[in-house]
């Protein structure tokens, strides 16, 4: 059974940090790129960070970039964000999707919930 769980969201004052986790199982997790996406109510959702299965290339959202860094663990099977000098602007639900490319199927987390506010 593949599952993404996502987990460490939260409520944060702005300009503080939080890491996001998303854990994997259930597929050949290190032969996936890994992204995070991000969708504010009435908002389409966006992505906001990639990266590539052996984690030699990250790219990002421009509203993020300086702000925001994703990494993998591929032996914890794992994918991280994190988020610092957060903004208001930064409130949504966060997913973890895998990129299952042409051949696959892709999968997505069930999002955690990420509020920026004072």
């Known amino acids: 059974q593949v599952r993404l769980v996502e987990s460490g969201g939260g409520l944060v004052q702005p300009g503080g940090s939080l890491r996001l986790s998303c854990a994997a199982s259930g597929f050949t997790y290190d032969t996936y790129a890994m992204r995070w996406y991000r969708q504010a109510p009435g908002k389409e959702r966006d992505l906001v960070a990639a990266?590539?299965?052996?984690?030699?290339?990250?790219t990002y959202a421009d509203s993020v970039k300086g702000r925001f860094t994703i990494s993998r663990d591929n032996v914890e099977k794992s994918v991280y964000l994190q988020m610092s000098l957060l903004k208001p602007e930064d409130t949504a639900v966060y997913y973890c999707?895998?990129?299952?490319?042409?051949?696959?199927?892709?999968?997505w987390g069930q999002g955690t919930q990420v509020t920026v506010s004072s």
């Open positions: 990266i590539t299965p052996a984690g030699g290339r990250t």
């Open positions: 999707y895998a990129d299952g490319g042409i051949l696959r199927r892709d999968y």
